[in-house]
């Protein structure tokens, strides 16, 4: 926390990538193309770990093709994931209208950490907190990714604001229709990552995946906790991605 209370997220990685990212975001700024080429574009500035992560949400979203249910996350920060999710579906399945992708978050930050959260200073109050205003301008663009592809007069997205401990529940008593076949969780704190891996199971359909961010993570002890109180490492499958191999996906068998 700085002295003002506003919470600052602690740099990541060392002098050299921190070096790279401002390289190709100074490049990216003084680029001499307009705004839609740059768009069209913009693998020439993505790093290979961003790269990494778009085959691993990939690899997630090919395990659910035949299977039924929606795409839940949960703590979708700036809402990549999100458009990531929605522009799969439109490659994979553009008609399957009932796959919705259903993004839970504060968009305030962390509101609880307890002691199973541990001492980094990742897991703090207010930790991750978006801008005034951000789930209306995530809504936006959202929405002009539904319109490039098919059916975008169905919409397909949902954005829940708020504690998951209680959206979630609230969220499924209002929609008993629900199955999920895939659940992304990256809220990487004790007490949300256990009330919703309760409330998630029951809707989970076989062969379906939880995919956890922070499992087995020293910063964030408390997502493994959670965890171990609900699933255990025995109880169904754990698969690690052939793209990033610090995260783990649970296969529901």
Excluded: C
């Excluded at 004790?190 to 939880?210: A, C, N, Q």
């Amino acid at each position: 926390m700085t002295k003002d209370n506003v919470y600052e997220l602690p740099a990541v990685g060392g002098p050299k990538h921190a070096a790279v990212k401002q390289d190709l975001a100074r490049l990216l700024k003084s680029a001499p193309k307009k705004n839609e080429e740059l768009i069209a574009n913009l693998g020439l500035y993505t790093r290979s770990v961003i790269l990494a992560k778009i085959l691993y949400l990939n690899e997630l979203y090919q395990k659910i093709l035949d299977k039924p249910g929606v795409v839940m996350e949960f703590g979708v920060w700036w809402g990549s994931n999100l458009a990531l999710f929605g522009s799969l579906r439109g490659i994979y399945e553009p008609y399957n209208w009932t796959r919705k992708v259903v993004g839970f978050d504060t968009f305030e930050g962390y509101p609880t950490v307890t002691e199973e959260d541990g001492t980094s200073p990742h897991a703090a109050l207010g930790g991750y907190a978006m801008p005034e205003g951000y789930q209306d301008y995530l809504a936006e663009v959202l929405a002009v990714h539904e319109r490039d592809n098919v059916m975008d007069h169905q919409r397909k997205f949902e954005l829940i604001k708020g504690d998951a401990v209680e959206t979630l529940e609230a969220y499924l008593d209002a929609h008993p229709e629900t199955l999920v076949a895939l659940a992304y969780l990256d809220m990487a704190m004790y007490e949300p990552t256990k009330r919703v891996l309760e409330l998630l199971l029951p809707h989970m359909v076989k062969g379906g995946v939880i995919a956890l961010d922070e499992l087995g993570s020293a910063k964030f002890p408390g997502e493994t906790q959670a965890f171990k109180e609900v699933i255990g490492p025995g109880r169904y499958r754990l698969q690690r991605s052939q793209f990033l191999p610090d995260r783990t996906m649970v296969v529901i068998e």
